[in-house]
């Protein structure tokens, strides 16, 4: 009975100790692993099966190794009282064991989702950091592009030749080119036209009213012509072109406008119309002339025989003197107008203008009685030697100064100056007074033949065009710029030929 009873003691006396250091020892390689990796459900689920089976151990074998002690003491009945109690215990926690291991289900399904939902969220975010750094580069592209866009739009704004406007719906300008302020006569110390009213530069309301009822009834306006006065209150022709925008864009609706200045072209049209006129009176002139031209010599004729007859103290002297003179001036108009439509090449030299000025200026002086005028001279010593017809260009001189004398009366300043430009290989000379000055209605019409602002009997009205004429047949121009109360600039364009003939001695 002993010699049975010792290897079944030995073995569950040791196997109780075993259990129970292997139990601890699993409890300690789980905590070791649950400190590694603290978020690992595993390492967790481990740990407390570890704590439930540690415990189960140390109730189990704490029971054995209590029932081989009383046992072999003889204190068996006292085993049988905390027989039941050790066995509640180890039932206790092989429940709690149990019940881990059942929990645990519920909690690896809940960690499996939200490994998953980890997974998709981490996708999500490494597909939103994709997008976002596309997006940062896409957001740069499209913002350097639109700058740059913006900056050559900009660019073409600001150094257009026309003039572009921005105007809300009350008319006033919200925006315009700096390049072209100058249009409207604004500079730097006379301000700016933003903020004005659009409606103050126009010469004309009525064309104003068509323009509000053409944008309003069609939306846009192409190619009007209007009368934009500056603000000095000279008058500029402009052709108007613009169109409204109601894009949600723009705060509130506005017209884009673009203003052309065709002045220049109005006044090249004139000169061309008034070219036209010239030509036709021309070929009336000629015609006229000779008529009128054989009647005066033979009037002239006959005065003259008359003349010798008569005793130059008697009365009949004096009258045939008078109708010498005045058939004279008669014929001195007709050859003005035959000069006038004679389409003749002038003969022409080598001319030095400077020198030919001088002798404008001799002439003049020695065959004029009103000395308080002053004439000041510039001259450009670079100017070649120029082939033209010199009787002929000194008689537009001739013109062209006396006009001058005329214009500042009595006491002024008559100025005179020549300059060469190599780039355009022309010479200038200009003829400038400080008089009165020509009125803006009589500009286009002072080279007309017979119109003339000088009272009756102090001038035929035929300088101009003849000059006018003279001028043209050399190639050249004539070009007036006046301003009532500040005087009136001529300025005759000659061109420079390449070779000059010389004078054989």
Known sequence: ???????????DIVGSILMIIFSFLCLKIVRSLRRRDPSNVIWTYLLRVCFGLAGFAVSRSAGHILKQILLLSGHGS?????????????????????????????????????????????????????????LEELVRERSEALALSEKKYRRIFEVSR??????????????????????????????????????????????WRGLQNTLDNAGFVLN????????????????????????????????????????????????MAQADRLASIGQLSSGIAHEINNPLSIILGYSQLLLRQASPETERHQDLKTIEKHVRHCKS?????????????????????????????????????????????EYDPQIPPLFLDEKKIKQVLINLIMNAR???????????????????????????????????????????????TKPTGEGTGLGLSVSYGIIKKHGGDILVESKPGEGSVFTVVLPVASEHPEISP
């Open 1 to 11: 009975m002993i010699v049975t009873f010792w290897p079944i003691w030995t073995v």
């Open 78 to 134: 006292t085993w049988d009282v905390i027989r039941p109690f050790s066995g509640a215990v180890n039932s206790f926690m092989f429940v709690l064991v149990a019940s881990v291991t059942l929990f645990f289900e519920r909690i690896w399904k809940i960690y499996r989702q939200v490994s998953t939902d980890k997974q998709a969220l981490q996708a999500a975010h490494e597909e939103l950091m994709f997008l976002n750094q596309n």
């Open 162 to 207: 026309d003039m572009i406007l921005v105007v809300n719906k009350e008319g006033l300008i919200v925006d315009l080119n700096p390049a072209r302020c100058q249009m409207l006569g604004f500079d730097g110390a006379a301000g700016s036209p933003q903020g004005r009213d659009l409606r103050s530069f126009f010469c004309r309301e009525e064309e």
């Open 224 to 271: 009007a012509e209007v009368d934009l006065c500056r603000l000095d209150g000279t008058r500029m022709r402009s052709l108007l072109s613009g169109s409204v925008d109601d894009q949600p864009s723009e705060k509130e609706r506005t017209i884009h406008l673009l203003v052309k200045d065709i002045e220049q072209r109005r006044l090249m049209q004139e000169q």
């Open 333 to 377: 108009i007709v050859e003005d107008l035959l000069s006038f439509a004679r389409r003749s090449e002038p003969k022409k030299e080598t001319v030095n203008l400077n020198q030919a000025i001088d002798d404008v200026l001799s002439f003049i002086h020695r065959n004029s009685d009103n000395d308080k005028i002053e004439i000041r001279k």
């Open 406 to 452: 005329h214009a500042v009366g009595k006491t002024g300043v008559i100025r005179l100056s020549t300059a060469f430009a190599p780039s355009t290989r022309e010479v200038t000379i200009n003829v400038s007074d400080d008089g009165y000055g020509i009125e803006a209605k009589n500009l286009s019409r002072i080279f007309n033949p017979f119109f003339t």
